[in-house]
């Protein structure tokens, strides 16, 4: 949230901004035919646009931090899915050398079978987290609103 008084092109804190919008959402009242009441428009655009650029450089910040834990987290994600995928592998691998070394070919195929299937696992979950780790930049504007603030 961010407020800004319209009079003195004064921003609010964040703090203060949230705790006037949840004020007024409890106990505020509907003004009817509210945009007749306003004589300078241009004022009214020009305090939005400032208060706009202030949410959009506040969102940056919180954006880069957010980025930076998220491309973190899909790392591990990742890595661990790699470790286990191996670990499957290998197990796999040796389980399949000694159904040859035995002559067990009968249950080769199916061997074969869960080592592709452990590598189409792993390759959905990659593709999973890559998905995860596009994070949308993107700012849009929910809502902005005029308030009279009566004495």
Not at 55 to 71: R, T
Not at 106 to 135: C, D, F, W, Y
Request: overall charge negative; glycine content about 2%; charged content about 25%.
């Amino acid at each position: 949230y961010q407020v800004i008084n319209c009079q003195t092109n004064q921003l609010w804190d964040a703090q203060s901004s949230e705790a006037l919008i949840n004020q007024l959402a409890r106990q505020g009242q509907l003004q009817p035919n509210a945009a007749s009441l306003i004589q300078d428009w241009d004022s009214i655009f020009a305090a939005l646009s400032q208060a706009d650029e202030t949410l959009e450089e506040q969102c940056f910040d919180s954006f880069e931090s957010f980025q930076a834990e998220n491309q973190n987290r899909c790392k591990v994600q990742e890595r661990n899915a790699k470790d286990f995928a191996q670990r499957r592998r290998n197990s796999l691998q040796e389980r399949l050398e000694r159904f040859q070394a035995q002559g067990q070919t009968q249950i080769i195929p199916a061997t074969q079978g869960q080592i592709a299937k452990v590598e189409r696992e792993l390759s959905l979950r990659l593709k999973k987290i890559e998905q995860h780790s596009q994070v949308d930049d993107r700012m849009e504007q929910l809502a902005a609103g005029l308030v009279w603030v009566e004495p």
